[in-house]
């Protein structure tokens, strides 16, 4: 008797893979393969980040009112929870990036868990290469800008080091602000959607294929179970969309902070 | 179905975009929201903060300048009431002084007039008392006269004598009560 897993092996059932995040056109024959859903998906949530924030910056008032305190709730979040926070004095100038990339970022990752949508867009790492490198050149812009070509100085050559150690040293700080961290800005975010959007598939489609077959109560139950837990996991899902928008803001601002800053 | 990209899929895996488009979209997806955030979003919150802030810091102002309204109020009926207790220490003073003037005057003018009262009675006494002692003067002599006369048994008609022994006789009488 072998009960197991056999029936997932058999026929008819494909698990979820790396194949479940590639799209083909939306509109076969008429428009490329290139429009497809993530691409709908991250101009849609581009322009509802620009409604959202359209609607929440008409008529500011000084006193605000029920929908205002919502949206200054959110702005302030980004502001004086990470601009503020991290940038102190300077933050101002780079608080229109930083709000823009998290509100973009949140939108899209929690297209994961809503109807009609049930994708998170930077589960396509391309997007997620994408905001990395418009990062990079900020806080690689932002270095430039405050010390001209003394900031790859800066950079490059902690203060204290012995000079014997500066062959050492000095590539390894260029790996590491210039190369791993737009890498690891990227593939951080797009790991974390991937590997989340995976596990809600495997519950989903594993659950579904369980429940639907036939003559097997303890495979249709276990499917239900798997159901109920999916759902769970898109509750984590929210959580980790918002996690993952905050910390991408966060560690943009903390690089822009670093390039920056009088001393290292 | 497994697009032609620039590095072949089977090193990278997920890892490799599946097109070049993914990461213009992320760009400038993401340049369009920065700018428009950078334009107008931004801006309008900031203005609002700083009316805010300005008109807590005008209420803050106003508030200010009430409480040292309020402290100079204070200070100068502080000042008025100190200079009224004063005031009123000198006025109470100045009474006290005036009083002790207008009892002094009274007395003296009690004084001077009870001395007047007890000088004109006195003379008054004197003046009825040499009256009285005159006639009493004519009187006794006319009764002694009389009495003598009659004790006597010899008329003493002569008044001028008569009146003259009368004169000796109670000049002794005065001498003797002054002697004594």
Redesign the interface.
Known sequence: MTIGLVPLEGGGYTPPG??D????SVWPGVLP??V?K??LQ??I??LL??LF??L??RK???QPGRAQFFF?YV?EFV?NGIARDILHSEY?RF???L???F??LLVNNWFGEFFFFMYPTFS????????A??SWCVYVGAGFHKWGPGFLKKALIPEGVPGYLLPLVVPLEFLATFITRPITLA?RL?ANL?AGHLVVLVFVVGGGFLLTYADNLFYNVAGGVSFLFSIIILMLELFIGALQAYIFTVLTAQYVSTSIAEAH | ???TIWVPQATL???????????????V??????L???K???P?????YE??SS?IEGGIQRAAVAEAKAEAALAQYQDQLASAREEAARIREDAKNQSAQILAEARDRATKESDRILEAGRQQLAAERSQLVHELRGEVGGMATELASRIVGEALTDDERAMRTVDRFLAELEQAGAAR
Do not use: C, Q
Not at chain 2, 44 to 48: H, I, L
């Open positions: 790396t194949h995040f590639e799209w083909g393969d290139w497809n993530p691409l991250a101009v949530g581009a980040v620009i924030w359209y929440g910056s500011l008032k000084v200054e702005y502001r101002r608080l229109p990036y709000l823009a990339l509100s973009f396509n790492v391309g997007y997620a290469y994408g905001l490198l418009v593939l797009f991937f | 179905m497994n697009p895996g997920p890892l490799a975009p599946h097109y070049w488009s993914e990461v213009i979209a992320g760009i997806l993401l340049l369009i929201i920065w428009i955030v950078a107008a979003i931004v309008a919150f900031e203005k609002m009316e805010r008109k």
